[in-house]
């Protein structure tokens, strides 16, 4: 990756934020639209960051199965990068940020096999970097131990997160929800999810607003319901501003027309206001900022799961029509 490019930095959540998964793949090639060939001319995955440990004492090669670990070192703490860079690069590089619960999977595929946003944007000319960030997915080595929670909680991120209710054992989405929820979706959905380690960690979208203090190439941040935004007075703000970096934030529906005894409806009006209040302040301040109220743009039904939905290409295309009108290569 050439380190003086420019990137927009397209992330979901903070607080608590999910994405999906998989069963058979006849039942994703049934679901999957034709679309014309989309040629890669690069491809990779690598590491990034992260840290070295040893253990004390001397390591046998003649005992390796020993107990202790004595004298060996551990590679740990680092994120996993796939990327993928289309043969007609037009338009800014991209790097996806996973959600709490997440990994890279979601920006790749929906849970009904069609296309997901990181092939879209592949499309529109960016090359895309898709993170699995410290201690999750395919960068689990971890220097924090942690234990794998065996609790049953698939429900819980589908009330959270607004596609519906649970009752009697079944899905009820809200009306008019954009979910994919017929039995397979909602399976393939439940199975990309990564397990709770327990291990403290930045997880979800947090690492974006901070990524501004250590590098100038951040040439705009698109935020998929951040669980809040940075307080004007806390450092990640002012770094931002202090950058001139254009900031959206996109909201889906259910939110102020939300089922008032579901808790999730009150958390989602919090953290949305949060981010009203970061634009307000933001924009004041000299900077660009705007919270996209999708059904106010009269885009419905759509849950904290946007990229996945079945108008996760109309989503698509209004963010990039706000790339390229609101961001400078």
């Not at 001319?41 to 001397?58: K, L, M, N, R, V």
């Not at 660009?288 to 759509?302: R, Y």
């Not at 990229?307 to 996760?312: A, S, V």
């Amino acid at each position: 990756m050439n380190s003086k490019k420019r990137l927009s930095l397209l992330m979901i959540g903070a607080t608590v934020t999910s994405l999906m998964g998989g069963t058979v793949s006849t039942y994703a090639a049934d679901n999957t639209e034709t679309t014309e060939p989309l040629t890669i001319a690069e491809q990779g995955i690598f590491s990034a960051g992260g840290i070295t440990i040893t253990s004390d004492g001397t390591f046998n090669p003649e005992d390796q199965w020993e107990e202790t670990g004595a004298g060996q070192t551990s590679h740990v703490d680092h994120a996993n990068v796939l990327y993928q860079i289309p043969e007609e690069e037009t338009s800014l590089p991209m790097v996806f940020l996973h959600g709490y619960g997440q990994s890279r999977m979601g920006w790749m595929t929906t849970p009904d096999g069609r296309e997901g946003w990181a092939e879209m944007f592949l499309r529109d000319g960016h090359s895309v970097y898709l993170v699995d960030e410290p201690r999750r997915g395919e960068a689990g080595q971890t220097s924090i131990s942690g234990t794998i929670s065996t609790k049953t909680l698939d429900q819980r991120w589908y009330t959270q997160f607004r596609i519906g209710r649970w009752e009697d054992g079944k899905s009820v989405p809200n009306e008019g929800s954009q979910f994919p929820n017929d039995d397979n979706s909602v399976d393939q959905f439940f199975r990309q999810m990564t397990p709770d380690t327990g291990m403290t960690s930045d997880m979800g979208g947090g690492p974006g607003w901070t990524a501004a203090k250590y590098t100038d190439h951040i040439a705009a941040i698109v935020a998929i319901e951040p669980g809040g935004a940075p307080s004007s007075d806390s450092e990640d703000y002012q770094t931002v501003l202090g950058k001139k970096i254009p900031v959206t934030m996109y909201f889906g529906d259910y939110i102020d027309n939300g089922d008032t005894v579901i808790q999730a409806t009150g958390m989602w009006q919090g953290m949305r206001q949060a981010c009203y209040d970061f634009a307000d302040a933001y924009t004041k301040a000299g900077g660009n900022c705007t919270v996209v109220d999708l059904p106010k743009e009269g885009i419905t039904g759509n849950d904290h799961f946007m990229f996945q939905d079945l108008n996760n290409d109309v989503i698509q295309e209004h963010i990039e029509n706000w790339i390229q009108e609101n961001v400078e290569a």
